[in-house]
């Protein structure tokens, strides 16, 4: 792609701005003078002190690598471009026509990295003319769009939710691309999940098809922290924390009453990030129960069982459980694995509800242990809420480093972290699979041991195996 030797007027004021305490300290006295006006001051960047300027770009040839721990016969492994500004800019700021839109489930941070992309497009390259597509990716076809400026976003950080609506499904390609040319847009900011990121990548394709100079721009947005590559998504820290409230609520609930239960049910579709953090976090917890780990619940070393010998010991326990886990033991599951919301997420079971219910009907019929149970679901009150400090921030830098690579002429990438930089990652990477939890990795092993739960389907493995190994003695002694 053809890229201008370009630094915008605002991107030069902050650079004056941020560097004229640093040279002030640098210069004698006898052009401190000189450098109070901005002719003189120009000229002494320029000339003088342009390797400092360089040092705020980054350079085209730096990346970041995808894995960080090798040893001395590991090959090179993937690396990604590093994010960040660059000294040759492609597009002009009166030619730029900005697009952001918002797909998927509400996430903490939405707002943010709208105003931050609102920000750093007015304020740091000068472009004023900014779209807010609304209603997700049928607004691009529905000319459902607002104006956004740094004034009317200002406060929206401030509020849960997204000011630009948002919606699942809806998506289709040629309409999509056909109202971008039409309308004349040339950078395209599209925050969402990993569906979300797999439509950023089809629309992406075409307008390459098509041969249109548009930068597609993807920004990962998924509370349950499972785009694979990136360290985390944003929002999810705030996910976590905010997971904290209804844990503590559970354990005052369990605590205050006789072989008190209770359980919690968190966010992860297919993955257990949430669950696995907050029961990190919160030291009260008795068990987790994510999709990654399967379990049973009858029998010798199943949940029951533990469930039995946690109250004989301590007189009460939490429990926290994933929204995706044990699906395959809900009742009429196979009826409802096949089906799927507008963005092709399989449609799942309230495992919270059935868990409480068999736990119930287990400790009744046992007929030894009278249980007070209370099931608490925080889901919509934890996907609703403003993003926290450190979201806040991540979701800054994230917005940032977006505009900074489509400004650059950068197409076809999403802005994430690895391995704590900022890089661009391009979208068949981040949609050719899903992050999980690693049960054979150090962090389960150590929710075991803070939790000290069973990892129930190997105790099963090795309940069987002793249950093989006595009748076969059995068989030898008879």
């Known amino acids: 792609m053809f890229r201008t030797w370009l630094i915008t007027f605002p991107t ?26 901005y002719s003189s001051y120009f000229f002494l960047i320029i000339y003088i002190y342009l390797p400092l300027l360089r040092q705020y770009f980054v350079h085209v040839d730096d990346s970041v690598p995808q894995k960080i721990i090798s040893n001395k016969d590991s090959p090179r492994g993937v690396h990604f471009r590093r994010a960040g500004p660059r000294q040759r800019v492609y597009f002009e700021a009166d030619d730029v026509q900005a697009a ?22 007015y304020h740091m390259y000068g472009v004023k003319k900014i779209l807010g597509i609304n209603g997700g990716y049928k607004g691009f076809y529905a000319h459902n769009t607002i104006s956004l400026t740094p004034k009317n976003v200002n406060d929206i950080h401030k509020r ?19 109202s971008i040319q039409d309308r004349g847009i040339n950078q395209v900011y599209i925050i969402g999940g990993d569906g979300t990121q797999r439509g950023a990548d089809r629309i992406f394709e075409e307008i390459r098809r098509r041969r249109l100079k548009v930068a597609v721009v993807g920004i990962p947005k998924t509370i349950d922290n499972d785009i694979p590559v990136i360290d985390k998504s944003f929002g999810f820290d705030t996910a ?23 359980v919690v049910k968190l966010m992860g579709r297919y993955s257990g990030f949430i669950a696995m953090y907050a029961t990190l976090a919160s030291r009260d917890v008795d068990c987790c129960l994510i999709p990654e780990s399967p379990f049973y619940l009858e029998g010798p070393g199943g949940l029951f069982e533990f469930a039995e010998k946690r109250l004989k010991e301590n007189g009460h326990m939490v429990i926290v459980i994933a929204e995706g ?15 799927q919301d507008a963005s092709g997420n399989k449609l799942l079971q309230d495992v919270g509800l059935w868990i409480s219910q068999k ?8 007929k030894t242990m009278t249980i007070n149970l209370k099931y608490i679901d925080p889901t919509y009150m934890i996907r609703a809420v403003p993003s926290n400090a450190s979201d806040n921030v991540y979701c800054t830098l994230l917005a940032q480093s977006a505009v900074h690579g489509a400004m650059a002429g950068y197409t076809g990438f999403t802005s994430g972290l690895v391995n704590g930089r900022h890089a661009y990652i391009p979208f068949y990477r981040i949609i050719e699979g899903q992050n999980k939890v690693v049960i054979t990795d150090r962090m389960w092993a150590r929710l075991l041991s803070s939790t000290n739960q069973p990892s129930f389907m190997i105790s099963k493995v090795l309940i069987e195996e002793k249950r093989e190994e006595e009748e076969e003695n059995n068989e030898g002694q008879q």
Do not use: W
């Open 12 to 37: 030069f004021q902050y650079i004056l701005i941020h560097c004229r305490p640093i040279l002030l300290t640098q210069l004698s006295s006898k052009f401190r003078l000189l450098a109070l006006s």
């Open 100 to 121: 952001i839109v918002t797909c998927g489930g509400l996430c903490p941070g939405l707002n943010t990295v709208i105003r931050e992309l609102v920000c750093a497009l």
């Open 160 to 178: 849960g939710g997204t000011v630009l609506g948002s919606s699942r499904g809806g998506h289709d390609t040629t309409k999509i691309v056909d």
């Open 240 to 262: 976590v924390e905010e997971a904290q409230r209804a844990i503590n609520a559970a354990h005052v609930e369990a605590e205050s009453g006789e072989n008190g239960i209770g």
């Open 325 to 339: 886990a044990g699906q395959e033991l809900v009742s009429e599951s196979i009826q409802s694995m096949h089906k």
């Open 359 to 366: 736990i119930k009907e287990h400790f009744a019929k046992q």
